[in-house]
């Protein structure tokens, strides 16, 4: 791919030579990046998505005609950033103060959805899938600080000293059409990732965030009743899961699954109803940040991992020489084991691999917190696309690479040409 100089216009559609797929450019030039990999921004008929632009402000990409015409970009609200598109109408839900607002993706029009009580100070938020609820995470008032000291041989860092700080936290609902305000859960975790089932209006999923060796990270819990329950119970020393998301049946919870970390590499996924497991095992090259599901549920993506990445560390946390991880966005198909087991088949797990196909040099791509992005791949509605961000193709401004969202064709109609030395 290479990148491009401030002077050259950055490129906005091209084959990429080491995978033969189609990649076009969503963002304007001054740069823009979707959202994360588990958040809604796309409307429920498919033909458009959301995105933020460099400064801000959200913005529409039309992608009816994707690959057919130039994507259309389009400022909705300037200096704006949503939270997710909604499930039923052509909008896109924000919080302006204490009020929770919808902007209406082709006529800019805004209303109130709710106004928010003074208990309610989340900083992440979700709506339910029937959206009579807003669901968030905020500090809890009445919690204890209760700090705790992390087990020797940790990570060290920031995100250990978070974790160990004690971080008393609440899930709350708020009703949209009374403004009920109801705390549902209380803990003194570092509380994060919360979502909403796609097909159930009262299942959610959170996690515990911090060293996820120390941590039962995936959790699942109801708006209308119950304690929250553990996804994944750890069964060895320095077992990690996380990075969490909903099928779009809403019946699974998928999550990345390591035993032990930097070991051996799985796509784990549990059926919320019948308890069903299902393990799909990755090739260490094959590891990603973040996975994800098509809508129809056949196939998988996964956004590769940078060069300090938890793939490419031995498993006491040496970097490998040369390192292990593979920068690609990946497509998976899934392959179940040959034969079953006589013993009853609910209490085992059903064991498979993912095949790979890459779909975009990510060689480039900076991938670190500080001064890259996660690429954070999301399928189209259609399933034709893979939606990303990236920016290899970014010069540096003030030290930082500006990014950019993409979309890459599933299908690939050309042969790669070079395998880019690699």
């Keep these: ?90 909008e896109a839900y924000v919080t302006r103060g204490d009020t929770v607002v919808a902007i209406h993706l082709d006529t800019k029009a805004e209303r109130e959805v709710v106004k928010l009580p003074p208990q309610a100070r989340g900083r992440q938020t979700a709506i339910n899938c029937d959206e009579t609820l807003l669901v968030a995470i905020g500090p809890d008032p009445e919690g204890e600080i209760r700090p705790r000291t992390a087990p020797p041989g940790g990570l060290g860092g920031t995100l250990e000293a978070n974790w160990a700080a004690g971080t008393p936290k609440m899930i709350y609902t708020v009703d949209i059409r009374t403004g009920e305000f109801r705390v549902i859960h209380r803990e003194n975790d570092w509380t994060n990732h919360l979502q909403c089932s796609p097909t159930d209006p009262q299942q959610i999923v959170f996690c515990h965030e911090g060293p996820w060796h120390f941590n039962d990270r995936v959790w699942t819990m109801r708006a209308d009743g ?56 990755l ?62 088949r609910g209490a085992l797990i059903d064991v498979g691999r993912l095949v790979s196909e890459r779909l975009v040099d990510m060689s ?28 290899f193709h970014s010069p540096r401004v003030d030290g930082r690479r500006i990014n950019h969202t993409y979309a890459v064709e599933i299908a690939r109609t050309h042969e790669a040409v070079t395998t880019s030395g690699r």
């Design 226 to 281: 119950g304690g929250p329950v553990l996804v994944h119970e750890r069964t060895m020393n320095m077992e990690i899961a996380g990075h969490e998301f909903f099928g779009h049946d809403g019946k699974t919870i998928w999550y990345d699954l390591q035993t032990p970390r930097s070991g051996v590499f799985w796509l784990a996924g549990l059926n919320l109803e019948t308890r069903q497991r299902t393990w799909y095992n």
């Design 1 to 90: 791919m290479g990148t491009s100089s401030g002077a050259e216009r950055l490129p906005s559609d091209w084959i990429d030579p080491a995978t033969g797929h189609r990649v076009i450019r969503l963002s304007p030039d001054e740069g823009g990046a979707s959202l994360y990999f588990h958040q809604r921004y796309y409307t429920p008929e498919g033909d458009k998505m959301i995105l933020h632009t460099r400064d801000g402000s959200l913005a529409t990409v039309d992608i009816a005609a994707l690959g057919v015409s130039p994507p259309k970009i389009e400022v909705i609200a300037a200096r704006t950033r949503a939270f997710a598109t909604a499930w039923r109408t052509r």
């Design 283 to 344: 090739r260490r090259e094959e590891w990603s940040v973040h996975y994800n599901v098509s809508p129809d549920g056949t196939l998988f993506s996964g956004d590769g991992g940078g060069p300090t990445s938890v793939a490419a560390r031995t498993l006491d946390g040496e970097l490998l020489d040369p390192p292990g991880n593979g920068q690609w966005m990946y497509l998976f198909r899934p392959v179940m084991a040959r034969g079953s087991s006589f013993r009853d």
């Design 364 to 391: 480039n791509h900076d991938y670190s917190k500080d001064k890259g992005i996660e690429p954070n791949g999301t399928f189209t509605p259609d399933g034709k696309w893979l939606v990303f961000s990236g920016n």
